[in-house]
């Protein structure tokens, strides 16, 4: 603590002004931050915020307590954020799709993007696997599957508004045909289900999928892009346009965000992490790479841009589906000409 008196003292003589000290130094945490992870642990989220903490530990010279709190698809450990005291100290991770949009699907009211300052990390992108004793070859043998057979078709998610659960809406919606869902509680654990024959299919992200796609564990189909997916140490993954050409492409990015009411000092210094310890990191880099995701850290105005094209395609899917229980305009998003509007 000596240094920093004695710098604090040097300021003051020289500004009076303890303010501007205050920004001079910046903000340094005082004590432990925790980043609540509202999915269970191994999941694409956690995956990525215990690659992502002790990159932001080093720039704010504090420990970063990770906390997995899963259920109600994410809700339980928001909402623990948004109720949590505004002081700087609590924080969460999450695709920023699902918590720009839990109030429409009801499960977190009065709530949209801009009650979050956003970090983004990666961009993921959903799978469609099967086991690899599965009867299924490439997504066109699934894909007549699926129409013809229908519910008798299970797929492991880790629920509705999971990553993996929106990706087997879209894909139902665009392929018209029924599923039946099997829910398990996080991606982690939907996927391994799924490698041992539990589900017949799983749409989870790369990112959850690597190892066992790596280990001869599940077989991937097709992955819910444009353009065909590459993980380290296997062959190209197809893009489900091949079957698909219509089917809506939007990034799903990832990051972890801290409530608007935090203080503004806190942003300040959150900001300068993110750019020098995350915007380059050869960890989360490396990260990507090798598990299938996509290397794009963003922050603040463009974070937030980068951010819309797939908060609207999941608030919309949920109105098509007839989930929704608020209209999107509530928030800002007008469905019918899948844009972000004035609300």
């Not at 892009?225 to 939007?250: K, R, V, Y």
């Not at 992490?273 to 794009?296: C, N, T």
Request: charged content about 20%; proline content about 7%; some cysteine.
């Amino acid at each position: 603590m000596r240094p920093i008196k004695t710098t604090l003292k040097s300021c003051l003589i020289a500004t009076t002004l303890v303010s501007t000290c205050a920004f001079a130094q910046g903000w340094t945490p005082e004590k432990p931050i925790n980043i609540i992870v509202p999915w269970g642990a191994g999941g694409s989220t956690d995956q990525v915020t215990r690659i992502t903490a002790p990159l932001l530990e080093k720039g704010l010279g504090q420990s970063i307590v990770v906390v997995n709190q899963p259920g109600a698809s994410g809700a339980i450990g928001t909402r623990e954020t948004l109720l949590a005291k505004k002081d700087g100290y609590t924080w969460t991770a999450n695709a920023i799709a699902n918590n720009a949009n839990y109030s429409i699907n009801g499960l977190i009211e009065g709530t949209d993007i801009d009650d979050w300052h956003i970090y983004l990390s990666v961009a993921n992108v959903p799978v469609v696997s099967v086991p690899s004793s599965s009867e299924f070859n490439d997504f066109g043998e699934l894909l007549a599957a699926f129409k013809e057979r229908g519910e008798n078709i299970t797929v492991a998610t880790a629920g509705g508004v999971s990553s993996g659960g929106t990706a087997i809406s879209s894909i139902s919606d665009a392929g018209g045909f029924k599923y039946r869902m099997i829910t398990y509680p996080g991606g982690n654990p939907a996927v391994i289900a799924a490698a041992r024959g539990e589900a017949m299919v799983t749409t989870q992200l790369a990112v959850s999928q690597a190892e066992m796609i790596r280990g001869g564990r599940l077989k991937p189909l097709a992955v819910l892009s444009d353009q065909p997916l590459m993980i380290e140490g296997t062959d190209p993954i197809p893009p489900i346009t091949n079957w698909l050409p219509d089917f809506p492409i939007a990034p799903d990015y990832f990051g972890v965000f801290i409530p608007k009411d935090a203080p503004q000092e806190v942003i300040a210094a959150m900001d300068k992490v993110w750019e020098e310890q995350v915007m380059h990191s050869p960890e989360l880099e490396k990260y990507a790479r090798h598990q299938g995701a996509i290397f794009d850290p963003s922050y603040g105005d463009e974070a937030r841009r980068r951010a819309m094209p797939s908060v609207i395609e999941n608030a919309c899917a949920y109105v098509a589906r007839g989930e929704a229980v608020i209209d999107p305009k509530e928030i800002g998003i007008d469905c019918e000409k899948h844009a972000e509007v004035s609300n």
